[in-house]
């Protein structure tokens, strides 16, 4: 079994606290082991969309930069541009929006690099010879660096589900032609549930949404971002759950192969089970927590440390008042609790059947 390594979220003095606990996971999880002299190493995170706050905050993300030199590597920290409109579709915007969320060199001792480069065409690709695609295009930064230590904030996805590391350097990774490829989905309408609002219009990077009396998605234009269904007030906006969920979530985990195939053994990754809001950071808001905060855990297998992130979330008692609308008791799905249409699971017994780690794990409290 993989061995995921797990920090409570509980301190009573300065030894337990979440920067200390950082570097113990790091330690633990041997990361160092992975890192060669000179070694340009990636801190891959998500800087966060303007307006949310439900990021990792930039201090956890310093003691991993400090880490990396430690071991004589050379960190940067990095993510890359988006497929839909907001403040982080080109990397000035982005690094904008970085900087203002804590994100610069001041905070973390490392340069910030968007990876996929300044209008989001820097790109190269590896190849996987998957059931989807036979090649995955990878920002050329992130190809380039030696290894990688993966920092996700594991919430709600309103199309995968949950996202932890392996929705991080699926999507995270990939330029906009990738995360394209990945979202090839049809997105609908339900006509009787619309209350012609608009909203979802205002946020389509495509123009593909007219509302007259209800909205109406043009199929040739619409490039499935998804950004719609997190704005719509009555979730009248949907993906076809037996049709197109699980062909998404397939092809997404082949992206996440893909750069934990050209890593190989030079990645870590630790998830952050802190303000486990129903919706990703792509959103420009930061909804009521799901469940209570609970950890931090550290693997260098991505499935493990996915499910057992999941496992954890699903352990605890549902929040009354916040986005789940059922499913609250413990050893429930919280996220079908947001999202009866998901199959978050997909990712983890596809990652596994692809060879990207294991779902049995042994968890290692520290």
């Known amino acids: 079994m993989s061995k995921v390594y797990f920090a409570d979220i509980r301190a009573r003095n300065k030894e337990n606290s979440k920067i200390e606990k950082i570097k113990k996971l790091f330690d633990k999880a041997e990361f160092g082991d992975m890192i060669e002299n000179g070694d340009f190493t990636a801190v891959k995170l998500h800087f966060g969309e303007y307006g949310n706050d439900g990021y990792i905050n930039p201090v956890f993300a310093r003691q991993v930069v400090d880490k990396i030199k430690e071991h004589n590597g050379k960190p940067f920290v990095t993510d890359t541009n988006t497929l839909y409109s907001g403040m982080r579709h080109n990397s000035i915007d982005h690094l904008t929006v970085a900087n203002l969320h804590g994100f610069n060199y001041s905070v973390l001792d490392a340069p910030v690099i968007i990876a996929d480069g300044l209008k989001r065409k820097n790109y190269s690709e590896i190849t996987i010879n998957g059931k989807h695609f036979q ?50 989905a049809e ?129 605890q008692q549902g929040i009354k008042h916040s986005d789940l609308k059922d499913n609250y008791e413990s050893g429930k799905d919280k996220f079908k609790g947001v999202s009866k249409n998901t199959k978050s699971t997909i990712q983890l017994t596809y ?16």
């Open 135 to 184: 090649k995955v295009k990878i920002a050329s930064d992130i190809i380039n660096s030696d290894g990688m230590i993966v920092m996700s904030h594991f919430k709600g996805h309103g199309m995968a589900g949950f996202g932890g590391s392996i929705k991080n350097i699926a999507m995270g990774c990939a330029p906009a032609p990738g995360k394209k490829e990945q979202h090839d």
């Open 187 to 315: 997105i609908k309408s339900d006509n009787e549930t619309c209350i012609a609002c608009g909203r979802c219009a205002e946020v389509c990077p495509t123009s593909a949404i007219n509302v007259d009396d209800y909205a109406v998605i043009d199929p040739e234009k619409c490039i499935g971002c998804g950004e719609c269904m997190t704005v719509c007030p009555v979730d009248a906006i949907y993906m076809d759950g037996e049709t197109e969920v699980a062909p998404f979530m397939e092809r997404m985990t082949e992206y996440a192969y893909g750069v934990a195939k050209d890593k190989e053994d030079k990645i870590g990754y630790i998830n952050f089970l802190m303000n486990i809001t129903p919706e990703c950071d792509c959103v420009p808001w930061s909804d009521a927590p799901i469940v209570r905060d609970i950890g931090i855990l550290a693997s260098k297998d991505p499935v493990a440390l996915d499910k057992a992130s999941y496992d954890l979330v699903n352990e």
């Open 351 to 366: 990652g596994e059947k692809m060879g990207m780690g294991e779902m049995d794990y042994e968890l290692i409290k520290i």
